[in-house]
């Protein structure tokens, strides 16, 4: 398949199998997917949690999921996350870290996508009660948490429509679509002499 149509059915995924479960053997092909990733002076910072099981029900509720969408909250029992992975870095990191978490997420992410698993990318969770529950050694902080599992959801791509809206919405179906804008809107300058 042609990179472009790869990236961009590979979309953020809210709602999954959750009777066909990840094992660990995914989670580590995952992690060794992300382990080859570029990063800022091959310091290879970030560290990584795997969480399936009993631990990946607990650490569900602390997670927040698609805020956008006021009357959905969250994917509803039977179409949860199997599995998590936490992404850590050091305390107080070099701005490039930050950098590396990104691009090791979204590796995860199309990795995930290429064996048909769904990925969400999870800034927005109770980091206190998550970094305990994940024991996490003191000198890292959990950065992202990326849910898993088989993905279940339907999601497309759309232009951005003419009221300039952002905002992800789903239709009658529970299709989710998800704004991105056209690239001459992102190119800003061509310098082609
Ligand atoms: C750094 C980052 C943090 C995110 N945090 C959350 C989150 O806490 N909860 C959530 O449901 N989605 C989260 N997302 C997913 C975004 O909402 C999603 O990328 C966006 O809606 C665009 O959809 P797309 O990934 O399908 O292009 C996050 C994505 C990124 C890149």
Redesign the pocket.
């Known amino acids: 398949m042609d990179f472009l149509s790869f990236v961009t059915q590979a979309?953020?995924c809210?709602r999954f199998h959750e009777e066909k479960p990840l094992e660990s053997a995914d989670l580590d092909w995952l992690i060794d997917c992300a382990r080859v990733t570029p990063s800022a002076r091959n310091a290879q910072q970030l560290r990584f949690i795997e969480v399936l099981g009993k631990t990946c029900k607990e650490l569900f509720p602390l997670?927040?999921?698609?805020?956008?969408l006021k009357d959905w909250g969250g994917p509803a029992e039977g179409e949860r996350p199997t599995a998590f992975l936490g992404l850590l870095i050091p305390k107080n990191p070099a701005p490039t870290t930050y950098i590396d978490c990104?691009i090791c997420?979204q590796t995860i992410q199309l990795a995930a996508h290429s064996r048909g698993y769904g990925c969400?990318?999870?800034?927005?969770?109770e980091q206190n009660q998550a970094q305990s529950l994940l024991q996490v050694p003191s000198d890292l902080q959990l950065e992202?948490l990326l849910g898993l599992g088989v993905a279940s959801e339907e999601?497309k791509?759309v232009d951005v429509p003419e009221s300039g809206s952002l905002n992800?919405f789903r239709d009658a179906n529970n299709v989710h679509y998800?704004p991105?804008r056209a690239r001459e809107e992102l190119i800003i300058a061509r310098f082609v002499d």
């Open positions: 979309r953020t809210r997670t927040h999921w698609a805020m956008a990104g997420a969400c990318i999870i800034k927005s969770f992202l999601r791509v992800y998800v991105k």
